[in-house]
C-alpha cells in the first residue's frame, strides 16, 4: 500500500512541475501539510520526494525543504551527458538519523535534547588524554601491531573483575571486544537469527536495535514498556506462547528512552520464559553504570546457568562518544559470534584497548562515573522540574532511575504539528516519539535527553516551548 500511495503522490507532485504549477526554484509544500493533505505517513511523503529527487525534479536544502529544479534537458543523442550517479538513500533512516544526532556545531547550542551521549563538559577529556598519552609512550610501536580479533586478554580481565562487584560472573575467554556496543548487538542478532525470523523488542525501541533489526530482515514484534515498571513481562509470556521468537532483545537496565529500571524479580521471570522456550537474551548494558541512587544493578546474565543469555555494552555513554569500545559476552553462542567478529574486521583499536585496560585496573574510571552519575541525576531532577512546572497540566513523564533520557507524553488535545513546529522556530530539538517504533503508536511521545549541563539560555528555551505547548491548548 506505501508504495502506491508514494508512487501516486510524486506523480501528482511531477505534473504540477511539469505544468509549472511549481517554477522552478518554487518552495514545495512541506512534508508535513503533504502528510496532512494525503492522509499518510510522513515516510510515505519523504519517499515520493526522494523519487522525484532521483528524477531531477525537485531538490533538498537542508532547513529550508524542498524545492521545484529545472526540467530535464532534451537530449537528442548528438552528444553524451556526463553525470555521476544520482545517490539514493532511505528517507525514513536519514530524517531518523538525523533526530537522535548533532553535528558538532550544533551540539554547543541550546537546542540538543536529542544526543543520549556525555557533553564536552561530561567527557573526562583531561583523563583520557593524559591516559592516551602514558600508553603511546609505553607501548609504542605496540599500538600499529595487529591485535587478537577477540580483544586484549588484560581488557577482558579488567571487565570480569569490575562485573563480579555487581554479582554478575563472565568468562573472559569467552568476552568478544567490539567496534562499539552497535556491533556487538549486530553480532549478537546474526549468531542467532537469520532473514525472516520473529523477534521481540521493546516498545518504545531505540532507534539503533530498530535499523539492525532491519538491515537483517528480522520480523519484529513490539513488547511494551510501561512507564513505572518498564517491560511488560506478562506480555511476552503470551507473545512467546504460540510464536516462533528466536532471540528477546531489550535494555534491563534504564532503558531508553523511559529511564525505567527492571526489578531483578522482572529480570528472573525473564530468564525463566527465556528457559522455558529456549530463545536467546540480548541484553544491553550500556547504562548500567549510570544508576543515580543504590547499588550499580546486576545483568540478567547473573543467573544464566544455560549460556542463553547474550550480554553487550560499550564505553561511548560512560567516557566519550568517540571511544568506540564496546564488548560481548556471547554465552552459548561463541563460535557463532567469534566468526562473525572476524568477518566484520579486524581488531579493535589498539589504543582504545590499553588505555581502557589502565583507566579500569586503577580506578579512574569508577571515581569518574561517581562524579558523573551525580550530575546526570541533578540534570534529570531539573528536567523534571521544568516538565511539572511549566509544560501543561495534563503532560506525563517517566521518572528516570539512571541514564540520559525521560519519556514525555503531551496532553491528548495539542497539535502535535504546531508543536515541533514551535520546537523549530525555538531553535530546540527532541526526537520525536515515532522515531522509536516501526508502527504508529507514539506520535505523541517525545524523548527529551538531559546529558548536557542546563545553561540560563538552555532553560529560558525549555520555559519557552512549554509555555508556547500550554498556549496552544488554551487556543483550541
Known sequence: MDTYRYEEISERIELDILE??????????????????????????????????AKGLVRSIPKS???????????????????????????VFESHLALITADRKHRHGISTFNVAAPNDLLVPQKLLLRTMQQVIRSEGTNLLRYYPSNGADGLKTAIVKRA???????????????????????IALAAVT????????????????????????????????????????????????????????????????????????????????????????????????????GHRPGNIKQWDVHGLVMTYASYSKTLAPGIRLGWLSPGRFFKEAEQLKYALGSTVSPIYQESLIRLLENSSYDRHIRKLRLQLAAQCDKTQHFIRNFFPEATTATAPQGGYS??????????????????????????PGYAFTFRSDFNRHFRLVFADPYTQQRELALKKIAELSAKLIRSI
Open 65 to 91: 525543504g524542498f524545492f521545484a529544479c529545472e526540467k530535464p534537458a532534451f537530449n537528442d543523442g548528438s552528444f553524451a551527458l556526463q553525470t555521476n550517479p544520482v545517490l539514493i538513500r532511505d528517507a
Open 194 to 293: 537469520t532473514p525472516g525470523d520473529l523477534i521481540a523488542i521493546e516498545s518504545p525501541c531505540v532507534f539503533s536495535i530498530l535499523e539492525v533489526s532491519r538491515t537483517l530482515k528480522l520480523k519484529l514484534i513490539e513488547i511494551p514498556v510501561h512507564f513505572k515498571h518498564g517491560f511488560d513481562v506478562q506480555f511476552l509470556h503470551q507473545v512467546v506462547a504460540d510464536r516462533p521468537v528466536k532471540a528477546i532483545v531489550l535494555t534491563p537496565n534504564f532503558h531508553n528512552p523511559t529511564g525505567t529500571l527492571l526489578s531483578d524479580v522482572a529480570k528472573k521471570a525473564i530468564l525463566d520464559i527465556a528457559i522455558a522456550k529456549q530463545i536467546p537474551i540480548i541484553e544491553n548494558d550500556i547504562y548500567g553504570d549510570l544508576n543515580f541512587s
Open 406 to 431: 525521560l519519556w514525555v507524553k503531551m496532553p491528548d488535545m495539542l497539535n502535535m504539528q504546531q508543536f515541533y513546529e514551535a520546537c523549530t522556530a525555538a531553535a530546540i530539538r527532541f526526537t
Open 20 to 53: 509549472n504549477r511549481y517554477p522552478v526554484g518554487t518552495r514545495l509544500p512541506s512534508v508535513r501539510i503533504l502528510k496532512n493533505k494525503y492522509a499518510c505517513s510522513i515516510s510515505t511523503i519523504l519517499k515520493a520526494y526522494d523519487y522525484l529527487m
Open 164 to 186: 563480579a562487584l555487581y554479582n554478575t560472573s563472565f568468562n573472559a575467554a569467552e568476552l568478544i571486544i567490539t567496534d562499539g556496543a552497535l556491533q556487538a548487538l549486530y
